[in-house]
């Protein structure tokens, strides 16, 4: 998850508020090389952020209640420092996108973790009956 910050000897000092990029404009979305840009991107920041999302659901496993909420607060939080560490790295840039695929990453996760948990629960039962 904190491939984000490094290389650390990027980290500057100074912001480069110039570099961030909200969203992608129309021109950028026509051309096929920073879509796929943007699609590896995106593919990355939620991958990165989906064993987030099941570590933290497999958590239910020893019986313990769990809601996603606080999970996605923690997911833009981090995913907001990171982001915002990156304004002051050279060589980073900053995206809008990044911090909404880190979340949904760990929504992901959460998805994945409460079908497994649903599964082990069901297979558990069975095993009972």
Known sequence: ??????????????????????VPTPDQLGSPAILLDLGIDAAANILLFLPFGLLYTLRGLGGKSFSPGPLMLMAFTLSLGIEYYQVYCH????????????????????????????KKTAGAMEAAS
Not at 1 to 22: C, D, E, K, S, T
């Open 91 to 118: 060589n980073r840039s900053t995206s809008l996108l990044d911090l909404l695929d880190n979340v949904l990453g760990a929504y992901i996760g959460v998805k994945v973790g409460e079908m497994y948990l649903r």
């Open 1 to 22: 998850m904190l491939v984000g910050i490094l290389p650390l000897h990027n980290f500057v000092g100074h912001a480069h508020w110039q570099y961030i990029r909200w």
